[in-house]
């Protein structure tokens, strides 16, 4: 998709991507909140200090970045409401480029946390 932001797009392209990063958004979401529910489970197995303390850490950060995707899906809803609207002498209230990055560094992000907890999780119950 880099390449597609370098000609201009049609309104029915920029409408696509934020479609698009909604549906990643919400895919991220749920994959966040089960690994929160496993962890919660994980949690229930052990009294081990130490997992619990590093628990507490993957928990903040998981809960964190359930903020970060809320506030990016409202951000990438006030681009959507503007394109329908429209509206004549008003810019778009976000970048497309700041809003495809956005996306793509909360993928990447998420995949870091959700390996590196995969691997703590796995090495509390080997």
Not at 62 to 71: A, C, G, T, V, W
Not at 93 to 111: F, R
């Amino acid at each position: 998709m880099a390449h597609e932001l370098l000609k201009d797009p049609t309104h029915a392209e920029f409408i696509e991507w934020c479609s698009a990063w909604i549906r990643i958004l919400k895919t991220l979401r749920a994959e966040n909140a089960a690994l929160i529910n496993q962890l919660a489970d994980a949690l229930k197995e052990t009294a081990r200090r130490s997992f619990i303390e590093q628990a507490e850490e993957f928990q903040l950060l998981m809960l964190s970045r359930e903020q970060s995707m809320i506030l990016l899906r409202h951000e990438i809803n006030e681009q959507m409401e503007w394109l329908e609207k429209q509206p004549v002498g008003v810019p778009a209230p976000h970048l497309y480029e700041v809003l495809k990055g956005d996306v793509e560094g909360m993928v990447q992000e998420h995949d870091r946390v959700r390996v590196a907890f995969l691997v703590f999780i796995n090495q509390e119950v080997s």
